[in-house]
């Protein structure tokens, strides 16, 4: 990271990785030297799920071997759980078709890394505790309010430690943030305003086409989708919810809204396709975007053009978006109250160019805007306005933010370090100062379907 030189208070220097990169083959970022003191030995891991995440969060024993080793992966597609074994070396008695396959055998890793499907964090994380490991938890912990609880109090009954990859919390951006406000460089905290720009291709690419398309198979976008942005807001204020009251919809991708002469997928001669901004043609085939998705046609190869027609003919991403099975809101606003009057709004929005959450933070003597790139903070005493800029690269139209920006390692770094010394302390996000942002998110879902205020009780 770099700011303006009489920020005194920016990160210090958080460099690329010269050969580990995200998903979208973006380089991720290095934690920074205080969280890269080799522990005593380096921590073993079982990956359940090799799909973009657990490689993620993998790839970190790749670059840092001394750090955390893989020793196994439960993952039922052959293409991705033959090439994560490879990477990591691990032997094929210890690559596994399904998760439960893993609590067969008796204990042989230090941790487990949950990265399944969001219906499938669960049930993994409760035989991981009760089996003896600790575990990094991707988000959402479980799709439901009440197996959210029922993990938390399963952490405390076992002692073990649970990570939740709310990984935001590990981005420089946000840490400075929040030293800012915690320092009282605005005064008195009063009111934040948050936007999560989805961008519109993501939208259609995930909540649309892809995956999380129905709240019932996966959950909530409130919760698939900005659980972070709640998180984000909670540890920003330190204070404890109040209520909140909730509103959105899906309102545009329905088949109410396809245009004439559009076809039930892009490839079949849709009159409209060239002008669609959805169009999958474009995005996929000729854009070359978001091409993880098709890595099981060509293995760890990169899709070629062929095999992509191929899946735009097959698969759920050569669908019209007017004609899909899914549910998710395209908008979506929050309102909530805090402890001590501090009042905060949240706006989730599918139709912009961009990607990269934008933040405004009022207080009683400044103000702070920033948008993941660059943070600005006015201070209203003195007149002084600092600049803290991000050498993070935010792509347009992909909500590409490299390592969650510069979060991801970061995240695993401390959950190592608190593996290796039995000190959840080393962490800012278990599962008890995560669930929040969830209970967070299942108030909104009922506010916005019944019209209601909810309180948030944790």
Request: a negative charge.
């Amino acid at each position: 990271m770099s700011s303006t030189p009489h920020d005194s208070n920016a990160d210090a220097s958080f460099p690329f990785s010269t050969d580990a990169t995200n998903e979208r083959g973006q380089p991720l970022y290095l934690p920074d030297a205080r969280q890269l003191v080799p522990p005593p030995r380096a921590i073993t891991a079982i990956t359940l799920g090799a799909g973009a995440r657990g490689n993620v969060y993998g790839n970190f024993a790749l670059a840092y071997p001394d750090h955390l080793h893989i020793v196994g992966v439960a993952e039922p597609s052959d293409v991705r759980r033959d090439g994560y074994g490879d990477r990591h070396s691990v032997p094929h008695d210890a690559r596994f078709v399904d998760w439960e396959e893993v609590f067969a055998r008796p204990k042989f890793a230090d941790a487990i890394i949950v990265s399944t499907p969001d219906q499938l964090h669960f049930a993994p994380c409760m035989a991981a505790l009760d089996a003896g490991y600790d575990v990094l938890l991707e988000k959402p912990i479980a799709p439901t309010e009440a197996e959210c609880c029922a993990l938390l109090e399963r952490a405390r009954s076992t002692g073990r430690i649970v990570a939740v990859c709310h990984v935001l919390r590990y981005a420089p951006y946000f840490a400075h943030m929040r030293q800012l406000i915690r320092n009282g460089a605005i005064g008195r905290l009063v009111n934040i305003q948050h936007m999560e720009p989805i961008g519109y291709v993501h939208m259609a690419h995930s909540y649309v086409r892809g995956t999380w398309r129905s709240s019932s198979t996966s959950t909530p976008i409130i919760l698939a989708k900005s659980s972070h942005d709640l998180d984000i807001l909670r540890w920003l204020v330190d204070r404890p919810t109040r209520e909140l009251q909730a509103f959105g919809a899906l309102s545009w991708f329905k088949s109410d809204n396809a245009p004439e002469g559009s076809t039930p997928r892009c490839i079949d001669g849709c009159a409209v396709e060239r002008s669609c901004p959805y169009s999958a043609v474009r995005i996929y085939h000729e854009q070359r975007q978001r091409l993880y998705v098709f890595n099981n046609l060509a293995a760890d190869e990169p899709a070629r053009g062929e095999d992509i027609l191929s899946a735009l003919r097959t698969s759920d991403y050569g669908r019209c978006v007017y004609r899909m099975d899914n549910d998710q809101c395209d908008h979506y606003t929050v309102n909530l109250s805090f402890d001590d009057d501090v009042t905060a709004s949240f706006s989730m929005d599918a139709f912009t160019p961009m990607s990269g959450r934008r933040t405004r933070v009022m207080g009683s003597h400044g103000f702070l805007d920033g948008n993941m790139q660059h943070l600005e903070a006015h201070d209203f005493r003195t007149g002084r306005v600092t600049q803290w800029i991000s050498d993070v690269v935010e792509e347009s139209n992909d909500d590409a933010q490299s390592g969650h920006g510069g979060g991801d390692w970061r995240m695993v770094a401390d959950f190592v370090q608190a593996v290796a010394h039995q000190d959840a302390s080393r962490l800012t996000s278990t599962i008890a100062q995560s669930i929040e942002s969830h209970l967070m998110a299942f108030a909104a879902e009922r506010s916005r379907a019944q019209g209601t205020v909810e309180a948030v009780r944790v």
